[in-house]
């Protein structure tokens, strides 16, 4: 069963940058769509980013342009690189890796990451 874990938050000035990491236990390329999520205080979880097994990338209005999601096969690791970060993507960043062809039902979360971005 892969596992997965963040790094990489922190506090940030806004128009700073960071590159959370979301370390896999397993091969990425066996898992349909991996998933940035995030969830400020008193919010709901929502998705952010998106890579499906092919590479293909899709990105929420609100980060399309200041955000990149990328993947390291070697390293079985995804990447989300947070250009011109404001105060409003303050919030836990949570990985998520949905489906495989052995277990399309398969759904795993990492622990979050917090990234704060404020001055």
């Known amino acids: 069963q892969v596992q997965l874990v963040e790094s990489g938050g922190g506090l940030v000035q806004p128009g700073g940058s960071l590159r959370l990491s979301c370390a896999a236990s397993?091969?990425?390329?066996?898992?349909?769509?991996i998933n940035w999520f995030r969830q400020a205080p008193g919010k709901e979880r929502r998705l952010v980013a998106h890579?499906?097994?092919?590479?293909?990338?899709n990105y929420v209005d609100s980060v399309r342009g200041r955000f990149t999601i990328s993947r390291d096969g070697a390293k079985n690791t995804v990447y989300l690189q947070m250009n011109s970060l404001k105060p409003e993507d303050t919030a836990v960043y949570y990985c998520?890796?949905?489906?495989?062809?052995?277990?399309?039902?398969?759904?795993?979360w990492g622990q979050g990451t917090q990234v704060t971005v404020s001055s």
């Open positions: 890579i499906n097994r092919d590479g293909r990338t």
């Open positions: 397993g091969n990425i390329f066996r898992i349909f769509n």
């Open positions: 998520n890796a949905a489906g495989t062809e052995s277990d399309p039902t398969f759904n795993a």
